[in-house]
């Protein structure tokens, strides 16, 4: 089934290509950029666009502030709960990755 609004929709693009909306675009005849994962291309483009970084990347970030604390860290209490949360973190980074794969 046809979108409800698909009548208006193909109306207004054929105005905008009779008004020469699409003429002289940036890019124009160039071939497409290269892209490694084509189903999330729009919403990667978007993401990178406004600054937002991926869940596992931000959570990368935190492992690395972990393992700085830990070889900063001498008192063993200490270094076995450090070393507890990076075995989460690797986790849930694990996930985050194969969440953002699909």
Do not use: Y
């Amino acid at each position: 089934m046809d979108h409800p609004l698909i009548d208006l929709i193909t109306a207004r693009i054929r105005a905008a290509e009779a008004e020469g909306q699409f003429d002289n675009l940036p890019g124009a005849g160039k071939p497409l950029p290269p892209c490694d994962d084509p189903e999330n291309a729009l919403i990667n483009r978007l993401m990178k666009e406004n600054g937002a970084t991926p869940e596992f990347v931000n959570l990368s970030r935190e492992l690395q502030r972990l393992r700085e604390e830990l070889r900063d860290t001498g008192d063993r209490t200490r270094r076995q709960d450090i070393m507890k949360e990076m075995s989460m973190m690797e986790a849930k980074i694990a996930i985050a990755r194969q969440a953002w794969r699909k």
